[in-house]
């Protein structure tokens, strides 16, 4: 056999072998200041994102010789990390040559309820009023939508906001998002009413009072032999809790499924709502914190699970910050055995909405959907089975188990059984998280969860499940809201983010409010999604600007010619820059 490289040239042996690694050299003042940040952190691969945020938090951006100094030090090739850094919103990698970004960063959310509410022209007057020490940006859905518009300055919410309340805070420099307070009473939140829609840092339910109300008590019951699996897990299915992430899948289900697989097995819980329109579960976490964590042990307990990953969207910065607190707490005086906890922090991608997509990101890897099959229960998270689930689906788990099946399905309207939580915004005198009965139509919904509509404002057409879940007209609003029930309608209910228009609004610009965040946020697998966005947005704009044209014309201000129509262009998807961004000299 011939022993020599492929496609010809010396022998294996004669190979010349490179002193230095190929690609950036590796600066020694950049390799100290990684390794001073990482500390005695692992340097695990599924750990990259978590050690880019170290770096991004420390410089407000990432340098390209602290990128080559962390792909030595993780020994991965250069090409990886910059894959994954630029695939992701919030991190700003940075070339040699280039200008680092202002030190204060202020996003505008700009999706569907904010833009009801004039977050355009908050954006617009943003940067003269700021000036040029700051940045202002565009950003997809923050979790918000209930107080409209909203932004955000460094990692402080801006709720209702405007021009004056972004420049009050970018003067005091107020970047981080307000600490939370605990409250000493369960009693004192309560987690079935949205009242306090536009307070930052609500009130909480803390590990102390947790306990002092009976919690915990469940997961030691179960851990101490007073219940068994198959009940707990027969429980959940006559309950029928399906999976309140969007998808629908029973729980009680996934749970039995999972558990039949070999071990090991890892549980995954997303908390990544990045579907606008969508604040649910940063509603409940921010409240009652400890009543997820418990709903979580339990369907790791029942479906066998050894270890637990929690990944928590990079925009609920309290959020995280409440949770690393609580979760300390609980491991420093734990009511029982308790499995390894990880909280992993995302990093701005709404397709890491998706569960495979969101185990690739926990991988520390671009947040890109997994063919199936095999599926995640088979094989998930760092190859193990899986049972992924949305933060709301385990957050109902004890109520279901200590109160029983027959609680849960007793509520209910139109044929449907249980509850739900709905996320409500835009023309409402009420928006926020209601808790309502399964099959509640939206006209109920709005009338008696929502305080009916604005004084002067009708009904013309709602979401149902948020931006991927359809428009559909007043005309159908006495269509029952819950799994399966739009789908002959073309719509879904996915995570009931409703957004209520008004005769005020119009549904093409809605559809194009839509359609420019798919754009944006597509993963670019696909093609139909990647190209077809961009071009049905295109065509709506060329429309739009058509009508604009041919209005001036009608009322004579402008001369109308074949010229000053719009010409056709397809925009570059956002998220597709971002995956094609590859240095120079990283292979």
Same mark, same amino acid.
């Given at each position: 056999m011939n022993d020599r490289v492929a496609g010809g040239g010396a022998p294996l042996e004669?190979?010349?072998?490179?002193?230095?690694?190929?690609?950036?050299?590796?600066?020694?003042?950049?390799?100290? $200041?990684?390794?001073?940040?990482?500390?005695?952190?692992?340097?695990?691969?599924?750990?990259?994102?978590?050690?880019?945020?170290?770096?991004?938090?420390?410089? +407000?951006?990432?340098?390209?010789?602290?990128? =080559?100094?962390?792909?030595?030090?993780?020994?991965?090739?250069?090409?990886?990390?910059?894959?994954?850094?630029?695939?992701?919103?919030?991190?700003?990698?940075?070339?040699?040559? $280039?200008?680092?970004?202002?030190?204060?960063?202020?996003?505008?959310?700009? %999706?569907i309820a904010c833009e009801l509410a004039g977050a355009r022209t908050l954006a617009e007057k943003l940067p003269a009023i700021l000036g040029k020490d700051v940045r202002v940006l565009h950003a997809p859905c923050i979790g918000r939508c209930a107080s409209a518009p909203a932004a955000v300055v460094g990692r402080h919410p801006v709720p209702n906001a405007t021009p004056e309340a972004v420049r009050a805070l970018v003067a005091r420099r107020a970047l981080e998002h307000p600490e939370a307070r605990p409250v000493k009473r369960a009693a004192d939140v309560d987690v079935l009413a949205y009242h306090a829609a536009r307070a930052v840092s609500p009130g909480y339910v803390d590990y102390a009072a947790y306990r002092a109300a009976g919690g915990y008590r469940l997961i030691a019951d179960c851990l101490a032999g007073k219940r068994t699996r198959d009940e707990v897990t027969k429980t959940m299915e006559d309950a029928g809790l399906r999976g309140l992430g969007g998808a629908g899948f029973p729980a009680g289900r996934k749970w039995r499924i999972v558990a039949a697989e070999p071990a090991p097995r890892v549980m995954a819980v997303n908390i990544d709502e990045g579907e606008p329109g969508t604040f649910k579960d940063r509603y409940f976490l921010e409240r009652d914190p400890h009543r997820f964590l418990e709903g979580m042990l339990v369907a790791a307990w029942a479906a066998g699970v050894g270890e637990i990953y929690v990944y928590l969207r990079d925009e609920y910065a309290g959020c995280?910050?409440?949770?690393?607190?609580e979760l300390a707490r609980l491991a420093a005086a734990p009511p029982c055995a308790l499995p390894p906890i990880h909280l992993r922090?995302?990093?701005?991608?709404?397709?890491?909405?998706?569960e495979s997509a969101m185990i690739e990101s926990i991988e520390g890897k671009r947040g890109m959907p997994r063919l199936r099959p095999p599926y995640v229960a088979q094989a998930g998270l760092f190859g193990y089975p899986t049972p992924e689930h949305n933060m709301e689906t385990v957050f109902w788990?004890?109520?279901?188990?200590?109160?029983?099946? =027959?609680?849960?399905? +007793?509520?209910?309207?139109?044929?449907?059984?249980?509850?739900? !939580?709905? %996320?409500?915004?835009?023309?409402?005198?009420?928006?926020?998280?209601?808790?309502?009965?399964?099959?509640?139509?939206?006209?109920?919904?709005i009338d $008696?969860?929502?305080? +009916?509509?604005?004084?002067?404002?009708?009904?013309?057409?709602?979401?149902?499940g948020g931006a991927s879940g359809g428009i559909l007209?007043? %005309? &159908?609003?006495?269509?029952?809201?819950?799994?399966?029930?739009?789908?002959?309608?073309?719509?879904?209910?996915g995570s009931a983010a409703v957004v209520i228009l008004s005769q005020n609004d119009r549904a093409v610009d809605a559809a194009r409010n839509l359609l420019r965040f798919f754009r944006d946020e597509s993963c670019g697998q696909c093609t139909?999604?990647?190209?077809?966005?961009?071009?049905?947005?295109?065509? &709506?704009?060329?429309?739009?600007?058509?009508?604009?044209?041919? !209005?001036?014309?009608? !009322? +004579?201000?402008?001369?109308? !010619?074949?010229?000053?129509?719009?010409r056709w262009r397809t925009p570059r998807s956002a998220a597709s820059a971002r995956r094609r961004r590859i240095p120079s000299g990283a292979w």
């Open positions: 004669q190979a010349k072998v490179r002193a230095t690694p190929k690609g950036r050299t590796v600066d020694p003042g950049a390799l100290a $200041e990684v390794q001073a940040l990482l500390g005695a952190a692992p340097r695990r691969r599924d750990l990259l994102i978590e050690h880019l945020h170290r770096i991004q938090d420390c410089y +407000g951006c990432l340098p390209d010789r602290h990128l =080559a100094a962390l792909a030595q030090e993780m020994r991965l090739a250069l090409a990886e990390v910059y894959e994954v850094a630029t695939f992701y919103h919030h991190f700003d990698v940075v070339e040699g040559g $280039e200008p680092a970004p202002p030190a204060i960063t202020v996003r505008v959310c700009d %999706s995280r910050q409440l949770l690393g607190h922090r995302g990093a701005g991608a709404y397709v890491c909405g998706e788990v004890r109520d279901i188990i200590e109160r029983g099946a =027959a609680w849960f399905t +007793g509520h209910g309207r139109n044929g449907r059984k249980g509850l739900r !939580s709905f %996320s409500v915004s835009g023309r409402v005198k009420k928006p926020g998280v209601h808790v309502a009965p399964a099959g509640i139509t939206v006209r109920e919904l $008696e969860h929502c305080g +009916g509509m604005p004084d002067g404002h009708e009904l013309y057409a709602y979401l149902p007209p007043a %005309s &159908m609003a006495d269509i029952p809201l819950d799994f399966d029930t739009l789908n002959k309608y073309g719509c879904f209910i139909p999604c990647r190209v077809g966005t961009a071009k049905a947005l295109a065509l &709506m704009e060329q429309a739009a600007a058509r009508e604009a044209t041919e !209005s001036l014309c009608r !009322s +004579g201000t402008r001369r109308c !010619s074949r010229s000053s129509a719009r």
